[in-house]
């Protein structure tokens, strides 16, 4: 999607089904706590995504893997788990990625950039919480 306005729909209904699974989750009783967060994290991400949207192209993609680069280093700040190399792993994945978005000219660094700290950041405070 090159233009700002065809994200629009597409980005309501992801977050639409991600709070349909947030309240379907809600009725398992056993369900972790840091997985409800992960879930409500990651449709503020959403709705925060669609508000930029209507402005600036911000990337979706890096927005996804931002989110799970600070999943993972939350989930193994929590639990004490050393999850550096999954880490490091995700680090170059995320770096191939974003290469990729700025190669292909679908974004500008800047958009990369926020697009990887909103995910990353508002999804470990989620799952850290």
């Known amino acids: 999607m090159?233009?700002?306005?065809?994200?629009?729909?597409?980005?309501?209904?992801?977050?639409?089904f991600y709070l349909l699974g947030f309240f379907?989750?809600?009725r398992?009783?056993?369900?972790?706590?840091?997985?409800?967060?992960?879930?409500?994290?990651?449709?503020l991400?959403?709705?925060?995504?669609l508000g930029i949207t209507f402005?600036?192209?911000i990337s979706m993609h890096m927005i996804g893997i931002g989110g799970?680069?600070?999943?993972?280093?939350?989930?193994?700040?929590?639990?004490?788990i050393d999850a550096w190399m999954i880490f490091t792993f995700i680090l170059l994945i995320s770096g191939a990625l974003?290469?990729?978005?700025?190669?292909?000219?679908?974004?500008t660094p800047a958009q990369v950039h926020c697009g990887y700290l909103l995910?990353?950041?508002?999804?470990?405070w989620g799952v850290l919480m």
């Open 2 to 16: 090159k233009e700002r306005r065809e994200r629009i729909i597409p980005t309501v209904c992801t977050g639409f």
């Open 24 to 26: 379907l989750l809600n």
């Open 28 to 43: 398992i009783p056993v369900v972790p706590s840091f997985v409800k967060g992960f879930m409500l994290a990651t449709i």
């Open 45 to 49: 991400v959403i709705a925060i995504a």
């Open 55 to 57: 402005f600036w192209k």
């Open 68 to 80: 799970l680069t600070g999943a993972i280093l939350a989930v193994s700040i929590r639990f004490g």
């Open 98 to 107: 974003g290469s990729s978005r700025l190669y292909l000219n679908a974004h």
């Open 119 to 124: 995910g990353g950041v508002v999804v470990f």
